[in-house]
């Protein structure tokens, strides 16, 4: 399958397993609430103003763009604007599971209230499963540079709100700022609230990280992770315990993490059977998709369409659900991928 038609990968049923909510934001978005709180951008146009932030030197690069957006996000409000846009993004990509994190110490960081804030995308990831079937378990991330103090905080509120949605508890941000061992307690005392645990190592960082991710912190499933493909020990302990890995194509490329999409470690990890999904990262800021993300993976590495069902299943299978909900949509999304398939030779 040299190429994959976009209606092809349209009708396929989908899971999202990394996926920032403030990364998930678009220029008009961005504008719109640079006009509300009067901000330095409030006269640039949403294409002038992904010109000028949404495009990134490095990784810090990529931080300090961040860092902007959330200095945008500071209502309830605003959040929920987000996430109404991360439906329809949803809806236009057939996601039918999201697993989205948010870091409810950014809003605590400028002084404003974590807690409310995650209150208020619970209830509307609530509705939004009643009203429209879509389906999201939230990830709540603690910012690597804020800190332990600021970890603590966000552990306690996954904890707090763990049978309200929240399925994981995250470790995000510089990957080469505090060692994993200063959150060691505080992940272990997640894992024992039955949290699962995600943590970004191996995107920056070397396969060290990756290491120092599943011993220390007991990582049940790895954001990024491609430095794992420099170790041949570590690739086969992800397949054997089968910790999975998000791999971002575009944000690899656009942070400098990786600096050729088409030389991307992914091809090598998806051989040697290590689980790997396809993720957008930050869908606004990257301004990429996940259909087209599965597209660049089916093109770049020469994927068969069994490897494309394979890819797409793999996003439920390392999913943070509970294990009937697992199988229940495991049944959805093979027979639809069936289905769509009888149509394309029925058709064709
Ligand atoms: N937060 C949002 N995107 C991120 C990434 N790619 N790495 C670390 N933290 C992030
Ligand atoms: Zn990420």
Redesign the pocket.
Request: charged share 30%; with cysteine.
């Given at each position: 399958m040299e190429h994959a038609s976009e209606e092809y990968l349209k009708q396929l049923p989908k899971a999202e397993l990394h996926l920032?909510l403030?990364?998930s934001i678009s220029a008009g978005l961005l504008s719109r609430l640079s006009r509300k709180y009067k901000t330095e951008f409030r006269s640039d146009a949403p294409d002038e103003l992904a010109r000028k932030l949404f495009a990134y030197r490095d990784f810090n690069g990529?931080l300090q763009t961040?860092k902007t957006v959330c200095e945008h996000l500071r209502q309830p409000a605003d959040y929920r604007l987000l996430t109404d846009q991360l439906a329809q993004y949803m809806r236009e990509q057939n996601i039918l599971y999201a697993e989205v994190i948010f870091s409810p110490s950014i809003p605590d960081h400028f002084e404003r209230d974590g807690r409310t804030v995650l209150e208020a995308l619970l209830a509307h990831g609530r509705k939004l499963e009643a009203e429209q079937g879509l389906r999201i378990g939230w990830i709540l991330d603690c910012v690597r540079h804020f800190g332990v103090e600021a970890a603590r905080r966000t552990a306690q509120l996954a904890v707090e709100y763990r049978e309200q949605g929240v399925v994981g508890l995250g470790l995000?941000?510089d990957?080469l700022s505090l060692p994993m061992a200063e959150f060691e307690k505080i992940f272990a005392w997640a894992k024992a609230n039955q949290l699962y645990i995600h943590v970004?190592a191996g995107?920056t960082g070397g396969p060290d990280q990756v290491w120092d991710a599943v011993r220390v912190l007991g990582a049940n499933r790895i954001?990024?992770g491609i430095q794992a493909a420099r170790d041949a020990r570590l690739m086969e302990y992800l397949r054997e315990h089968a910790v999975g890995l998000d791999v971002?194509l575009t944000?690899n490329l656009k942070?400098q993490a990786w600096a050729r999409i088409s030389t991307n470690p992914f091809g090598l990890l998806f051989r040697r059977g290590v689980p790997v999904s396809i993720n957008t990262?930050?869908p606004g800021l990257f301004q990429t998709t996940l259909i087209e993300e599965l597209s660049k993976a089916v093109s770049l590495f020469s994927l068969t369409q069994e490897d494309l069902h394979r890819l797409i299943l793999q996003g439920l299978r390392s999913a943070f659900l509970p294990h009937q909900d697992r199988m229940a949509l495991m049944r959805q999304f093979t027979d639809q991928i069936h289905q769509i398939g009888s149509q394309a030779l029925s058709t064709g």
């Open positions: 920032h403030e990364g990529f961040y995000g941000g990957e970004h995107e954001g990024h971002c944000s942070t990262d930050d």
